[in-house]
């Protein structure tokens, strides 16, 4: 399972096989960049499968996931997302009132991020040959027109590796801003899954992000962005120390946490840092620009809770944190995430 | 599972719930017209997920499946296949080794066509959750740039609904031409998974098809094409009838058949029109191009069986068959292909 859960353990099944045998077409932004989506012809391409379990949870279902997380992926790596293209697969017997839900749900999404569904695919798999309903959603998208304007500033005495939002581009005194509180979707998932009867109610923050990430582009200075998914943020500042070869200190109490959450997390011995999101967004932003980009986030509807939550360093090579307590630790990458099938 | 089954079923639950809910989106080929792909911003959109069981059969497996299908489906409206997204779901405990197989597979297709993976998503379902392996394929492709050359021959004194090769393009008189036999991939699947011990050996015919298509628009006059997966033959012409508004009749003896694909149907009480095919395209061409376009098959690889079947005619509004035995029957759209999980 730890194949699938987005952390080092994934990253080495994508490395010795999918990358080995998969890799090295010259494209702008190839698979071999792991990044969030891939470049060619200057236009963006991402696929994406859901196999959350349950198919609902507080706050989302499978169709708000699959719109988000495709829409989300594109957006993080420089694209304004045009289209959609959704493969059902579904059991025998699946009921079709529940089919017609998450029908719903995927157009009240991509009605909401104004990303239409273009084209689909339906099989269906024997009883038993699979659990119940899984989404492919694949998406393109052109270079987003906001991202010249943003690179301007994000240009000046900083030498980026990519004109694309990659996680290699993070560079020494870089800001490190979130656009709100984690862990909320992992844990609303896992409760609903499991019956955990925990006293708040934790929702998911499943949502498409194009309003928050065009309003920091206008503030100018992003020059990475990516969304905590699978992995969490731990596994986020990871991937960017790693492939931009540089450290990342946060400061712990900075990060985000709703009570809820970060309690239900001490009661089942879970890193809040690991758990994965599906509605947060995470930028790299050069220092001049680090307080406009924070003030455009807190302006916007999902982004009041945002906050820099750290900053790139050359001193060390690795992602630390300043805990509550005093003192550093590091932040390793998790295996991977401690929830399965969260998404 | 005829909801999957690529037949008129299937079609009721495409239309009654997937387009009544995401339908709509002003594009230049939307889902609506239930193509083989969609077009947006001039590029072609295409989804497909791959359930096929078993994973390998005679002359083909999931990987090469994976890579074909969506590269002929982007092909089949006129689009220049430029790249592929790759999602994979894995059921937990599945062999390392065999995913080696399959993605070295992918590759060497993909290599053939020359269209690369460029980008792709893993996601792990625990043991009991999925029947081993299933793979999404998207693709994206730009209009083939043979297109408007094909076109100049088709505009003679010839109106289109569309400058893309769509489904509703077929007029009176126009020649339906298929690039060669029928029936050999859903054969060939199912015997290796019945494990039936036909004579001959079956192989399936999947394949990319690129260069047919390429060398049947440059011989011009072609006005509509199509792979004959799901629901065969039958349910292909079906649906030009159907979104041409307009009769097909065919002649049974020119339909090319293999010997042992024909007597396994035989033996098995199945109806080789109805069963999938994947390397195999079927183009509607205005009659002064027909011979042309036959020629340059035929010159080619994976052409040399390729025959004029039939025309399209305004005297009726359904598919016949002039049948060997004397006489026409009519050809209806088929429920859905008699074999389950061929692609």
Redesign the interface.
Known sequence: ?A???GGSV?QS??EK??V???G??I?DV??DALDD??V??G?V???????V?PLSFPGGDIGRLAVSGTVNDILMIGGDP??L??????E?GFS?AE??KI??S??KT?DEVRV???????????R????KF?I?S?G?G?RNPLLDQNFVEAKKGHTLTSEWLLDSNVRAKDKIIISGTIGDHGIAVLSAREGYGFETRIESDTAPLKSLVNGMLRAGGVVAMKDPTRGGLANLLNEWSQKSKIGILVDEQSIPVKEGVRSACEMLGLDVLEIGNEGKVVAAVTPTRADAVLAALKAMPRGEDAAIIGEATSEFDLVAMETVVGGRRIIPSPAGDPV??IC
Not at 85 to 90: D, P, R, S, T, V
Not at 116 to 126: F, L, R
């Open positions: 399972m194949h699938g859960a994934m099944l994508i096989h999918i080995k045998h998969l090295g077409a494209v190839p698979l989506a891939a060619v012809h236009m391409l991402k696929s994406d499968s859901y196999t379990k045009l289209a293209a959704m493969g059902f697969i579904i025998e079709l089919l017609d029908l719903e995927i157009r991509a239409p569904v273009i084209t689909g695919d339906t099989k269906v798999m024997e038993g040959a699979l659990d899984v492919n694949s393109i052109q399965p099938r």
